[in-house]
């Protein structure tokens, strides 16, 4: 691989792994909001105790999300560890989204419903980008390059040729010469 091509196979990575967050953190804004949204209305939950529940809900399923789809090719050997690290980091950006919702709603008086889902969502955006990079720096680890996948069957080809690479070859005999 050239050096100019280097980066842009790590750009074009980054950008497919940007891509599946997105995907699943959509489908999380979505559970995220609807579970809040259906809080407000049937139930006399404060404004932030009705987010925090939504976005605990939304958490859960971010989690099926990102180990199943979006990096499901990372290291599953230290589930625990990857768990305790992923809640933790879940729990900081619950925190900024609520922080700002409480700001919002406490600090300014903007509790009307299209306010308090204009600052859930503007809470939602701050705490993605601290998670995105909480997540794939500390929780869903990339593999070493040279490690194959745990759960990947090895390429056919690539197999064979290594196996036939450390076969040693015989020397062949030369063929007698015939004299004239």
């Not at 593999?143 to 196996?163: H, K, T, W």
């Amino acid at each position: 691989m050239s050096e100019r091509s280097a980066p842009r196979v790590r750009l074009e990575q980054l950008m497919r792994e940007f891509a599946k967050f997105g995907a699943v953190g959509g489908v999380g804004l979505l559970v995220d909001l609807g579970v809040f949204n259906l809080l407000r209305q049937v139930t006399e939950l404060p404004v932030v105790r009705a987010s925090i529940v939504a976005t605990v809900v939304a958490i859960g399923v971010n989690y099926l999300g990102f180990r199943y789809f979006t990096y499901r090719d990372r290291d599953k050997t230290h589930r625990t560890k990857e768990l305790s690290l992923f809640f933790l980091f879940s729990l900081v950006g619950l925190v900024i989204q609520s922080g700002v919702l409480y700001a919002a709603t406490y600090g300014f008086g903007w509790d009307s419903p299209l306010q308090s889902n204009i600052f859930k969502f503007l809470g939602i955006g701050i705490a993605t980008l601290f998670r995105f990079l909480s997540y794939r720096t500390w929780v869903f680890k990339a593999l070493p390059a040279s490690a194959p996948e745990p759960d990947a069957d090895p390429d056919p080809v690539q197999a064979a040729e290594s196996i036939l690479g450390q076969r040693r070859r015989r020397p062949q005999p030369e063929p007698d010469r015939v004299r004239s």
